[in-house]
Every structure is written in C-alpha cells, then in structure tokens.
C-alpha cells in the first residue's frame, strides 16, 4: 500500500458574505476514496478547489505527504489530477489533439499512451473526431482519458459521472475503485454515490 | 464496458522522470494557439480588417494629398495597429478561462509565468507579426516613400512585440469580467502611450529618411523590459482570477 496522504486541517472559506468552509477537516490516505455529498451551493466544489491549492484559504492549511503544500505548490500539482465541472477541451481539436495539449504540459506523451488512455475510458471509436461534433458524455468520457494520462496519486473529481449514461458511470466507479486499489487517493465530489466497494470507501457529508 | 486496469501509483521520483520541461510546456501551448487559430482563422483575420479599413478611412476623411498624409501617416499607422491589437486582446485567455484550460495550467506543475509567455507569443505571431506585414501597404498608401517601408515593418514588429505583452496583463486582469472589452481598453491603452510615443516617432524619422536608431532602441528596450515583466504580472493575475 502506498504511503500517500492527504490531510486538511481546520479550512476556513469565505466566498463573498458566505462562509463556505467553516473549520473543515479531512484525512485521507493511500489506497481511500472520500466521496464528498451535500446539497446545491454546500461547497463541495470550493471544496475541492481549496485542496488542490487553487483559493486562497483565510485559515487552515492543505498537508500532502505531511507537508504543507503552499511550501512546495508545484510539487503538489505535479501530484494532482483535477477535473472540474467542464472538461478543458477545445471544439477545434480532435480527441486526441486535446488529450496531447493538455496533458502534453504536464508530462511527454506518445500516441501509443494516448490511444491506450482513449480505450480505457471507452473513447477509443472518437479519438479522431472535433471535440465540437462529441456528445456531452464522449466529452467526458475523453476528460476521463486525460485524468488517467495524468498518472497522479492524487484524483481530486468534480461530479465526474456528469452526463455519463450507467455505462460510463460504471466504468468511472470502476476506474476510481482501480485508483485506490493501486494506492492512489481519490476525492470525489458527487451529487449520486459511485458504487464503490466498502473497505475503500469513505464519506463526508457537507452541511448547506 | 471497457475494461479496467488496476493502475500504478507513481512514486515521486518516476513522476518526475517523466515530466516535460517548461519550455517543452511553453512549446506545446504555443503550437496549441497556433493550430486553434488556423482552425478557426477570424480571430486573425478581423484585426487586420480593422487595420485596413481604419488606414483606409483617413485618406477618405481628411485629403487624398499625399504630401498631408505623409506628415499623419505614422500616427495613423500606429494607432490603428494598437486599436487592432487590443481588438484580438480580448480572446487571449477568455475562451480558455471558461473551459478551465488556464486552471489545469495552474495546476500543471509548470511554471504558469512560462505559459502565459507562450501565449502572448502566439497572440504576437498572430496579430503583431500580420500587422507589421500589411504595415507597408497601408504606409504606402498614404504616401511612405518606398524606402521607409521596410522600416515601418521593423517598427511595427516591435513595438506590437511591447503591445502584445502590456496586453496580456491588461487582459489577465479583466478574465473574470463579462464584457471586459472597455475595460480591457481603460487599462491597457494608458500604459501603451509610451510605445505609442516612440514608435510613431521612430515610423516618422524613418518616413523623413532620418535615423530612428534611437527610437528604435527605446522600443526595443520596452519590448525587452515587457518580457521580463509582464509575463510574471499577467501570471500572477490569471491565479487571482482563478479563485
């Protein structure tokens, strides 16, 4: 089993006159899921984007690895997958030059290891079409391929089954469950549970 | 239903084997403007319609002696490239703001200062270097002596190099606003006066025949200083906008 963690201590939030993150807290280790419920507006994605290091926390602090990680940011990114609501991918590019721009920043790629990633998530039959001519799903689908080209021990999912038909939500559930088997984390915030085995699986329910 | 793999947790060390360099990240998001420019061509085109069109106007507006266009040519030229500049300004990072292109930027473990570089480059290659191409034409047509034409390009290219980066600042700053454009312009054309002062300076010694060495020099150092400077400030407001 891995020896990753993550840890959050006492976050403090505030999005305008709201205060999202009220003195939140969290552990998560190696080879565990937390799967992040609340209602509408409950802060699960501010949630997720406090943890990746994307806001600025006016109290408490991130810990990866038992370290601090505004010490060393990039380190921690290089660490992290995030997939956020939208899959960032352009209309202009195929499948395949997306997943090739996009991750292609993060680390090299060949074509082999995209088509791999491609058939993984089940986008294999679009990788050469516009992302423009993709439903909403095979655009997630093809989000899911750079989450897996990423190789982070860290998955942070923003509602990742979005659009997906019981299909592709099986295969997320499956693919987040293969994640923790290996020794990754995974954070996952979802408005319907995935089906994920118990001994992997944790919760955490946000109060609106 | 596709089949999955129980996959491998990277260690530390074999991440970072594999990680691409920053300038190979600065590369691939540069070549990526490219290609989605050249798909998608009206975001290069319409600057320089504008360019044109406005050359056009003056002629038409004030004399046809080109005698008298010779003498406002390099403030027509200038203004009308800084007006066609701030026009593309605009779709420099809002479209990838919006599908979070710029968040998985920040979160790439690259340095974001190197790819906001790389960005403004290709928004220079696209607009900047076009512009100071249909420059001499437009020069031309209002009465530049055909020995100054070359120069006008070199000036162009220049101080758009200067233009381009003040921009991507001003339009770093203004992602999160919905119809940024006039603001866009409130904050960027301000700080472009200099540029302006010595490029339309350095357009009208070359129209003369005299040297334009100097304000040349003075551009170059603008352009100089803006790529040392403004990536990391145009960086540094894109994480803001990002929270």
């Given at each position: 089993m891995s020896d990753l963690s993550l840890r959050a201590e006492n976050l403090h939030l505030w999005r305008g006159e709201r205060h999202v993150l009220k003195g939140l807290s969290l552990a998560v280790q190696g080879g565990e899921v937390l799967q992040v419920t609340g209602a509408n507006g409950a802060g699960k994605t501010t949630l997720?984007?406090?943890l990746c290091g994307l806001l600025h926390l006016e109290e408490g602090r991130v810990l990866w690895g038992g370290n601090d990680v505004q010490q060393d940011l990039p380190s921690y990114h290089e660490a992290l997958a995030y997939l956020g609501h939208e899959p960032p991918l352009k209309a202009d590019l195929t499948a395949c030059e997306n997943l090739h721009y996009w991750v292609g920043v993060r680390r090299h790629l060949s074509e082999a290891q995209i088509r791999e990633a491609l058939q993984r998530a089940g986008a294999a039959a679009f990788g050469?079409?516009?992302?423009?001519?993709?439903?909403?799903?095979?655009?997630?689908?093809?989000?899911?391929?750079?989450?897996?080209?990423?190789?982070?021990?860290?998955?942070?999912?923003?509602?990742?089954?979005?659009?997906?038909?019981?299909?592709?939500?099986?295969?997320?559930?499956?693919?987040?469950?293969?994640?923790?088997?290996?020794?990754?984390?995974?954070?996952a915030a979802v408005h319907h549970e995935l089906s994920i085995s118990g001994e992997h699986l944790r919760r955490l329910e946000l109060a609106a | 239903m596709s089949t999955v793999a129980q996959p491998s947790v990277p260690t530390r060390a074999s991440s970072a084997a594999v990680r691409g360099?920053?300038?190979?990240?600065?590369?691939?998001?540069?070549?990526?403007?490219?290609?989605?420019?050249?798909?998608?061509?009206?975001?290069?085109?319409?600057?320089?319609?504008?360019?044109?069109?406005?050359?056009?106007?003056?002629?038409?507006?004030?004399?046809?002696e080109l005698s008298r266009l010779r003498e406002i040519a390099p403030g027509v030229l200038w203004v009308a490239a800084?007006?066609?500049?701030?026009?593309?300004?605009?779709?420099?990072?809002?479209?990838?703001?919006?599908?979070?292109?710029?968040?998985?930027?920040?979160?790439?473990?690259?340095?974001?200062?190197?790819?906001?570089?790389?960005?403004?480059?290709?928004?220079?290659?696209?607009?900047g270097l076009p512009l100071a191409l249909l420059a001499p034409l437009a020069g031309g047509a209002l009465g530049a002596p055909a020995a100054a034409l070359p120069s006008i390009t070199v000036t162009i290219?220049?101080?758009?190099?200067?233009?381009?980066?003040?921009?991507?600042?001003?339009?770093?700053?203004?992602?999160?606003?919905?119809?940024?454009?006039?603001?866009?312009?409130?904050?960027?054309?301000?700080?472009?006066?200099?540029?302006?002062?010595?490029?339309?300076?350095?357009?009208?010694?070359?129209i003369a025949g005299e040297s334009f060495v100097a304000a040349l020099e003075?551009?170059?150092?603008?352009?100089?200083?803006?790529?040392?400077l403004a990536p990391l400030a145009a960086a540094a407001a894109v994480r803001i906008s990002l929270e």
């Open positions: 997720l984007r406090a050469e079409r516009l992302v423009r001519s993709l439903s909403a799903g095979q655009r997630r689908r093809v989000a899911i391929a750079g989450l897996l080209l990423m190789t982070a021990g860290l998955w942070l999912l923003d509602e990742p089954t979005t659009n997906l038909d019981a299909d592709g939500t099986r295969l997320v559930a499956a693919l987040v469950e293969a994640h923790a088997k290996g020794g990754g984390i995974v954070v | 360099s920053a300038l190979a990240a600065a590369r691939l998001v540069l070549l990526r403007d490219l290609r989605l420019a050249f798909r998608k061509p009206e975001h290069i085109v319409q600057p320089l319609a504008f360019f044109a069109i406005v050359t056009t106007l003056f002629p038409l507006s004030t004399t046809p800084l007006l066609s500049g701030l026009l593309a300004l605009e779709f420099l990072f809002r479209d990838d703001a919006q599908d979070g292109t710029l968040e998985q930027y920040a979160l790439s473990g690259q340095s974001l200062t190197w790819l906001i570089l790389a960005k403004t480059c290709a928004h220079w290659l696209l607009t290219a220049i101080g758009t190099v200067a233009l381009s980066l003040v921009g991507a600042i001003g339009a770093a700053l203004t992602i999160g606003v919905k119809r940024g454009g006039v603001l866009l312009s409130v904050l960027v054309l301000p700080l472009a006066v200099p540029i302006l002062i010595f490029g339309s300076r350095a357009t009208q010694l070359a003075l551009l170059g150092a603008m352009a100089v200083l803006g790529v040392t």
